[in-house]
């Protein structure tokens, strides 16, 4: 059962991850996919050839969510390219661990404004051009577990976390009235570029598996399901909600 057919998804953070996954994913599911990436030309275009030898139509878009210029780049190339945007994931994202009390501005500044304000931006881009088109979208968001709770070494990141998940429940009142549905998946600790560094250090990577009730850390694969769920009809009454994705390691206290 193909739940995207005849859509068009634009991922943000698009080549490599959660990202690349849920574009790939979405193709699987019949849809035309645009990918916004930030530098790796190569990873980028390997991931419009999965696209592409799924049947569907791929573009690859480079830029920084950091700028707002760029949110606008995107929802124009995409819509050139394709005619019209349907579902927008808000994916790219930075978490660069780093001590709080010697945290540098510049690491603050960066996570804030590719996290959030990059987020911000490309909510508020894809939601003109669905108003525009009439008809309604879908806009989800990947905000974290970390939205929820803390990380010694994420004070940076957290908040961000939190911020997009705050922002799909506003965006969700904002654009209701438009048809546009908004919710955040909230992933727990998932095998990806982001914490390759971290999880590499074999105690913190077993502490992360002991936390997890399925006994496995995720996979970018983990998070395709509810991203198109949150993306498709079947979620027709779902806005402002919030998906944790986390094989249960928020609520294991003991
Ligand atoms: N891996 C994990 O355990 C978790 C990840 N997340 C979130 O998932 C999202 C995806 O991250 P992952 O797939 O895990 O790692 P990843 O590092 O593979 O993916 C992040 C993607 O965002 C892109 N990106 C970074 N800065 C960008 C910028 N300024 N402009 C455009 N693209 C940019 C990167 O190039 C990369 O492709 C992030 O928002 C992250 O916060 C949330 C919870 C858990
Ligand atoms: C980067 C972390 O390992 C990852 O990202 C998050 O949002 C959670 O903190 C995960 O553990």
Redesign the pocket.
């Known amino acids: 059962m193909k739940l995207l057919q005849g859509k068009t998804v634009l991922v ?2 698009g ?5 690349r996954a849920a574009a790939i994913g979405a193709a699987r599911h019949g849809a035309d996919v645009a990918i ?4 790796s030309d190569d990873k980028a275009l390997s991931c419009i050839a999965e696209i592409e030898a799924l049947g569907q139509r791929g573009l690859a878009v480079k ?4 700028l707002p210029e760029t949110a606008a780049d995107f929802v124009a190339k995409a819509v050139d390219a394709f005619g019209h945007v349907d579902v927008l994931v808000s ?5 660069p661990f780093h001590a709080f009390l010697d945290m540098p501005v510049e690491t603050v500044d960066r996570t804030f404004r ?2 959030l304000h ?1 987020a911000y931006y490309m909510v508020q881009a894809a939601a003109n051009q669905m108003v525009r088109q009439g008809g309604g979208g879908a806009i989800v968001a ?1 905000s ?3 939205a929820l709770v803390g990380g010694e070494f994420q004070t940076h990141y957290t908040p961000t ?1 939190a911020g997009v998940h705050s922002l799909m429940q506003s965006a969700a009142i904002a654009l209701g009235k438009h048809g546009i549905r908004c919710n955040s998946v909230l ?4 095998l ?4 390759k560094d971290d999880l590499a250090d074999d105690a913190k990577r077993h502490y992360m598996e002991e936390r997890t009730p399925l006994g496995r850390l995720g996979m ?1 694969d983990d998070l395709v399901g509810p991203i198109v769920f949150l993306a498709s009809d079947m979620a027709a009454y779902v806005t402002g909600a919030a998906l944790l994705v986390d094989g249960g390691m928020f609520v294991n206290l003991q």
């Open positions: 943000t953070g080549s490599t991850g959660i990202g916004n990436y930030a530098s830029g920084d969510v950091a994916n790219a994202g930075i978490c590719v996290n990059g990947v974290s577990i970390s976390k992933p727990g600790t998932i990806t570029e982001i914490n970018p």
